[in-house]
């Protein structure tokens, strides 16, 4: 058998290092049920590279010791990001600013982003909330962006402003996977119009 209590649930952020706690405290009794940090570890958070839209942008990568180079994945969001071709991106130094790099950089800082979006404004951490892995295609060779099975594809077009790696964009495909796991609207007719455009405002507000 279960024991539910009912209590506070509050968010804090240290002003003095950014680090971030949730803290849940008995409604009755004040007592602190429990406190957790919101501030995971698993990756290099000190990358910086280049975006098409964005600039320089700081984001998580990994290192990948038996190969020496680091990888465009990021364990903590469980998002890892490959070429069109289902390549891995990799990186000697962690600076990714070749032309290469660009449409990748983009996708997955935009990826990180909008996961980090989702769980501070609505506690969402994955689309499903429950940290479902989700791979992302860069520079997809189809001049489009879509969501599906569990997967994000974003079309590269040769890159620049032709590029679909655009943070709204990212966002809206991300918001398909989250109404997969909610909703999921089926995607025709007015339900399908549902979809599109939750994805709309919601690639909107990332």
């Given at each position: 058998d279960k024991a539910?209590?009912?209590?506070?649930?509050?968010n804090i952020v240290l002003a003095e290092d950014h680090s971030s706690y949730t803290?849940?405290?008995n409604a009755l009794t004040w007592d602190v049920i429990s406190i957790r940090t919101n501030v995971r570890n698993c990756g290099i958070g000190t990358a910086t590279g280049t975006t098409f839209y964005n600039g320089t942008q700081t984001f998580v990568t990994k290192w990948t010791g038996s190969i020496g180079k680091y990888k465009l994945y990021d364990d903590c969001r469980k998002i890892y990001t490959y070429d069109g071709g289902g390549s891995p991106y990799k990186d000697n130094d962690n600076v990714w600013t070749d032309t290469d790099d660009r449409?990748?950089?983009?996708?997955?800082?935009?990826?990180?982003?909008?996961?980090?979006?989702?769980?501070?404004?609505?506690?969402?951490?994955?689309?499903?909330g429950f940290y479902q892995q989700v791979d992302a295609l860069a520079?997809?060779?189809?001049?489009n962006a879509q969501w599906g099975s569990n997967q994000v594809r974003i079309g590269g077009e040769g890159g620049g402003f032709n590029s679909y790696a655009s943070l709204d964009i990212i966002g809206h495909e991300w918001t398909h996977g989250v109404d997969e796991y909610s909703a999921n609207l089926v995607y025709q007719d007015e339900?399908?119009?549902?979809?599109?455009?939750?994805?709309?405002?919601?690639?909107t507000m990332v």
């Open positions: 539910f209590l009912i209590c506070y649930k509050f803290a849940y405290v449409e990748g950089v983009s996708v997955h800082w935009g990826l990180q982003r909008t996961f980090d979006f989702f769980e501070y404004a609505y506690n969402l951490t994955g689309v499903d520079d997809w060779t189809n001049g339900s399908g119009a549902l979809d599109e455009s939750f994805a709309d405002i919601f690639g």
